[in-house]
């Protein structure tokens, strides 16, 4: 990841990094800003696929900042522990944490950097395939697993964690979207629409008309370790490792997902985009007759 102060110029710091107003220390991160840091990249010769990935941990990092968008001493810590939570690989957070840092470091706000790197532990986590993922399904609707199939299903599909599981209410499901914040900053995870009618049809036949879907049968909510136990039994019925068998495995196997159909996009725009430059230049191009 970048080192970025050994290189760029402090003089052109980009429009919208500002410190805040007096009473409200922090950082305003803008989109203008990221992109004015990934054009000073690569002007310092950064290739295309190194800055999809500073693109990728930016843009990670705007989503998880909420509405205020505004980094403070603490928030990169925080953002950390948010993102380990909800099944980011170690070394995935942190490359992410390794562009904030040198974003900050770029915008002159180096007190607000997060120290530190996590240790990687010498054994790969198991990662889950769509293959396995499937399966899970398949077999959970074969055995009538109503509850167990829509647990993966939402883990599989969001970037939830289990202790977000009581925000899943009839109430947040309807209007698809359910609130959720870390150190104290909200975001919003997107409920989609095949996942939406399964959810409310399952609270409709357990009579829930309102509040957590998912409760245990004394009505409580539903813990970690619970949780995992029943992904686990599934696991054994559906011929899947049982080391793949939690939350943290599928929301993996979500983010990996989601991350290889951003690279797909990125590089059709960059074709689309390379295209429309090879057609102008063919109208347009500067000619050994020229001058």
Known sequence: MPQTKQYMHRSAKPAGLRQSRAGEPGLRVTREGMEAYLQACRAQGRV?????????????LYEDLGEEKIIRRGTLEGWRASLLERGYAASTVNGFLSVGNAYLDFAGHREY???????????????????????????????????????????????LTVQELPKVTVE???????SV???????????????????????????????PIFLTKEGRPMSRTYVSAEIRRLCGEAQVPDGKGNPRCLKRLYQN????????????????????LEQEQLAIAWGDGDG
Do not use: C, H, W
């Open 172 to 178: 947040g499901v309807k209007q698809g979207r359910i």
């Open 257 to 276: 997902t989601k991350s290889g159909i951003e690279n797909n996009i990125a590089l059709l725009v960059e074709q689309a985009m390379d295209r429309i």
């Open 48 to 60: 295309e696929g190194t800055l999809q990935g500073y693109r990728r941990g930016l843009q990670r």
């Open 181 to 211: 914040s870390f150190s104290g900053v909200k975001s919003v995870v997107r409920i989609p629409e095949y996942l939406r009618e399964e959810l409310l049809n399952y609270a409709l036949r357990n009579g829930r008309l309102s509040g």
């Open 113 to 159: 950097q997060a120290a530190g790197q996590i240790k990687v532990g010498e054994e790969p986590q198991p990662e889950l395939t769509r293959a396995e993922y499937l399966r899970l399904l398949q077999t959970a609707r074969g055995l009538g697993k109503e509850k167990v199939y829509l647990l993966v299903k939402l883990f599989g599909s969001t970037n």
